[in-house]
């Protein structure tokens, strides 16, 4: 509708005024959708590559639509470095400066992403051909500061996972099965969330980047901080802990990915992470947040 008629079907029919903002709406929808321009191979492959831009987090939740539309071949995966972020980050300074992925983090994903069965190649996108972008979430029509990032790619490319399952595998690393694994990023904090309760419990180990580490000190002064060397490593620890405790952001990615016990602080601005299967719980609110962590300590 143009300016003319918006005012006057606003003065004269509000009912048809509405129906005509509902089909704009709708088909500003349609235009920006892209799943018609993707492409699927005609042909059975022993592998099918993939190509992602990052987050971190959002690679691992793109594996169940990876695993489901390569079936039984492997899949090559091809990382795009250095591609600038798409959203604002609300506190702090976001740790790759701007971009969503980048050379070191490439380096510490890679060990993590070669450990499973079907990924044979995780390397650098160099222009190489490519089965299915991965990247077309990021030109979604859909709202994604809501819903599950997981099925953002289910919806655009006609697949289907159980997402209540495990979809990473490694090996527990039982030296931490007594402690609770705590990861808390600068941003998606929950308002009126308070940690300190938790100083009431022993064994307490913080992953993340040193800046959050330093923000969770001043909390939970007896917590103590544990580097990784690459994110392998990072999931095996999750993968042995009591229970973790994370927010949106790429560690708790690891621990749903692998369905251990743990807490998701969701951010009710930004509902993007979802919770599924078993040993999973989520909070809004501080009195939900220490009873779920009650009833985990008490568990053996």
Not at 200 to 208: A, D, E, S
Not at 221 to 226: F, L, R, S
Request: some cysteine; overall charge neutral; proline content about 5%.
């Amino acid at each position: 509708m143009n300016f003319f008629t918006k005012t006057f079907l606003k003065a004269t029919d509000r009912d048809e005024y509405h129906k005509r903002k509902l089909e704009e709406r709708d088909q500003e929808f349609l235009d920006k959708a892209i799943t018609s321009k993707i492409t699927f191979p005609a042909d059975t492959k022993p592998a099918y590559s993939f190509k992602h831009s990052g987050n971190a987090g959002d690679i691992i939740y793109s594996l169940p639509a990876a695993y489901a539309l390569s079936e039984n071949s492997s899949i090559e995966l091809f990382l795009n470095l250095d591609q600038p972020m798409n959203f604002a980050v609300e506190r702090g300074k976001h740790p790759l400066n701007g971009v969503m992925l980048n050379r070191n983090m490439l380096s510490m994903l890679q060990p993590l992403l070669l450990a499973q069965s079907k990924i044979e190649t995780c390397d650098i996108y160099k222009d190489q051909s490519i089965d299915y972008d991965l990247d077309v979430i990021r030109k979604s029509p859909f709202q994604t500061h809501s819903g599950s990032i997981a099925r953002w790619y289910f919806l655009h490319f006609g697949v289907n996972a159980d997402l209540g399952k495990p979809w990473l595998t490694v090996t527990a690393n039982n030296s931490f099965n007594d402690y609770i694994v705590i990861a808390r990023s600068l941003g998606y904090h929950s308002p009126g969330i308070d940690y300190s309760f938790l100083n009431k419990y022993r064994k307490l180990i913080f992953v993340g980047v040193p800046d959050e580490f330093k923000e969770m000190k001043q909390v939970l002064p007896a917590i103590t901080y544990q580097p990784v060397s690459n994110f392998l490593e990072l999931a095996e620890l999750i993968a042995g802990c009591k229970f973790f405790i994370g927010n949106q952001s790429f560690p708790f990615s690891l621990a749903e990915a692998l369905k251990v016990k743990r807490i998701l602080e969701v951010y009710y601005i930004c509902p993007n992470v979802i919770v599924e299967g078993i040993n999973g719980y989520d909070f809004c609110f501080q009195a939900q947040f220490e009873r779920i962590v009650s009833k985990l300590q008490r568990q053996q």
